[in-house]
């Protein structure tokens, strides 16, 4: 049985689908508990539920096929596999190899649907879901993107844009696309940037809110966006980079596939820290997916502007082929803070503040860090492996709601809800040559590193060290033997105060947010 991938329905909007996501993951949790339990008459029933809503979804249909086989049901089975081998499921090699298919791999009728696979794998698909266009540039400077360019991965719950840009050279901004979520409140200057295109959605997709807020959309292109909106009433009430690490935590997976994938974010962090908040940080945790602004609307677009004067001056082709565009300006960004003098203080809190300062960056060391780099230099990216919490005392209270709020490929968070003073974890990091594990945030002592390997440390964390407003956040460093210190990955530790005067009903409360898949 393969995976679940991404799909969009002809039957309905492309734009409907966001919305449609919650029942997509009842419906496979279904499929995947009736294979576990080896159940073909359960595994046909969310099959067949999910396929009477998505009933031009190739995937669905073929893990439909798969159920009928199982079953014992051939004759639909073989109808079902056709119908998703039109609609777009063409890999042949997949399908002769699939387990389920064992019992009539040797008939006439399965490989005559292999050799139809084989026939239309090159072809267009012309209709069903996966029927889309590229989209093409309207002017030399901009593109809009409609419901024909787009199709919905359920697997990352985001719209994937199918596009196409002409004479892609590298060159400057050239390649770059720019994206604004705010309706063009705090809109850049794309003519300033020569090179650069401006994506839009269309008409309907603006009118449905799909352009706006938090990123939702992988691009074949390196991306460079921003938004300066936030949620400002009700208890509810965050900047959008809070938002992403509490109430709407379960959008990491697809945001960090984006900053993996060459997108680069900005976003103002309002009121959750100074010197808009009048409660200190109230950051519960810290990632490397976007850059959070000290200030409200347009203190993003500095740092938008450095992004992309950073990437004019990159070896671009080759570290945009590794997928590493965001965290390379994030580690040139971070290192050309004003308050960053040494190379050493990188591997401090100086580099990797809450929310950054306005006019924070030395240009000229921005600019000369960005044209020195080469192709051998190019920093890798240190990702965290895994986290293991040591055993705690025999007798220590269990806490009811999880003490992990999210995981993600560069970020995880802890809220220290357990009365136990001090807690042990060991990191693991993964894809670099040499690590660095540092404290860059929170009270001298709060935090005690040891490294125990090359790639492992362990942490001791003294929660009476932590105050709300001032958590722990270690970061991992990763370089090689020809390059600097990389971008960081993060993990964080926080405690909650509820009787302090401001303290987040999301992280409080038992509406913790679900844990993201790494």
Known sequence: MISLCCAVFAALSIFDYPNLQPRHEEYKAQMLNAIRENDPLSMRLACLRATEIYPEDPVWNYNLACAYVKGGKIESALKT?????RLGYRDSRAISNDADFKSIS???????????????RDLPIVFGPLATVNAKKVTPN???????NLIWD?????????????????????????????HGHSSLAVTNFPGLTAVT????????????????????????GNCSRALVSGPMWRSLPRALMTSQAFRLKAISNFYLSNQFWVFPALNDCPPLGKYGDIFASQTPYWIATQGRSWSDQYYLKAALEVSRSLVKKEIVSRGHLAPTIQSIIRKSLKSVTN???????????SAFPANGLNMAKLKSLASSLTIDSIPPVAKIKGVAIAQTKKNEESSNIPELSYVSPCAWAFILRKSEAKRTFIIGATGAQEY???SVHGALGAANIEKLGPDVAKVTI?????TQSNRVDIAIFGRTSKSDWGAPSFVSFAVLDPNAEYCDPVLLGTNIVKTVQR
Request: aromatic content about 12%; hydrophobic content about 40%; charged content about 30%.
């Open 436 to 438: 660095s594990f540092c």
């Open 201 to 224: 959605m269309s008409s309907e997709a603006r009118k449905k809110g799909i352009d706006l807020d938090f990123p939702n959309t992988e691009f074949p292109y390196s991306v460079f």
């Open 106 to 120: 040797k008939t006439k009728e399965f490989h005559e649907l292999l050799d139809l696979a084989d026939k239309l």
């Open 462 to 466: 003294d929660k009476t060290l932590i």
């Open 154 to 182: 359920f697997d990352n719950a985001c719209f994937v844009a199918k596009m196409e840009l002409d004479g892609v050279d590298f060159v400057g901004n050239n390649g770059d696309l720019y994206v604004n979520r705010d």
């Open 343 to 353: 190379d050493t203080q990188y591997l401090m809190s100086n580099a990797h503040p």
């Open 142 to 148: 901009s593109i809009i993107i409609g419901e024909r």
């Open 81 to 85: 596999l056709e119908k998703a081998i």
